[in-house]
Nanobody, 124 residues
Framework: QPQLVESGGGLVQPGGSLRLSCAASGFTLDYYAIGWFRQAPGKEREGVSCISARGISTEYADSLKGRFTISRDNAKKTVYLQMNSLKPEDTAVYFC?????????????????WGQGAQVTVSS
C-alpha cells in the first residue's frame, strides 16, 4: 500500500526553525514528484513547495521563498522541508503528497497520494 508519513512537526517560537520529513513506502519514490501543502484552520489547503522526481527542479509559494527549502533523498525514500524564520502565520497542518510525474506542480489536484499531516505551531 502506498503510504506517506510526515514527521518533525511541533511547537516553535517565532524566528525558529523546523525540518519536516516525509517518508514514502509502498511505491517507487524515484518516479514521483513530491509536494508539500499546508492547511490552517478555516482556510483552504495551499501549496508550499514541490520537488521534481529526480530533485532537479523545485518550486515555492511566492510568500515563502527564501525561508523554506525542499530536498529529497530517494535512496532513503524521504523528502524534507526545512523551514526557517518561522512566523505565527506559518501555523498549519503540513501535508506531503506524491504525483506520478517527473516534474512538480503546486496544484494539489495533481497529487495521487497524501500523508496524514503534521502539525506545526509557531507561537511564543
Amino acid at each position: 500500500q502506498p503510504q506517506l508519513v510526515e514527521s518533525g512537526g511541533g511547537l516553535v517560537q517565532p524566528g525558529g526553525s523546523l525540518r519536516l520529513s516525509c517518508a514514502a513506502s509502498g511505491f517507487t519514490l524515484d518516479y514521483y514528484a513530491i509536494g508539500w501543502f499546508r492547511q490552517a484552520p478555516g482556510k483552504e489547503r495551499e501549496g508550499v513547495s514541490c520537488i521534481s522526481a529526480r530533485g532537479i527542479s523545485t518550486e515555492y509559494a511566492d510568500s515563502l521563498k527564501g525561508r523554506f527549502t525542499i530536498s529529497r533523498d530517494n535512496a532513503k525514500k524521504t523528502v524534507y522541508l526545512q523551514m526557517n524564520s518561522l512566523k505565527p502565520e506559518d501555523t498549519a497542518v503540513y501535508f506531503c503528497a506524491a504525483d506520478l510525474s517527473l516534474l512538480c506542480t503546486l496544484t494539489r489536484d495533481q497529487y495521487h497520494y497524501w500523508g496524514q499531516g503534521a502539525q506545526v505551531t509557531v507561537s511564543s
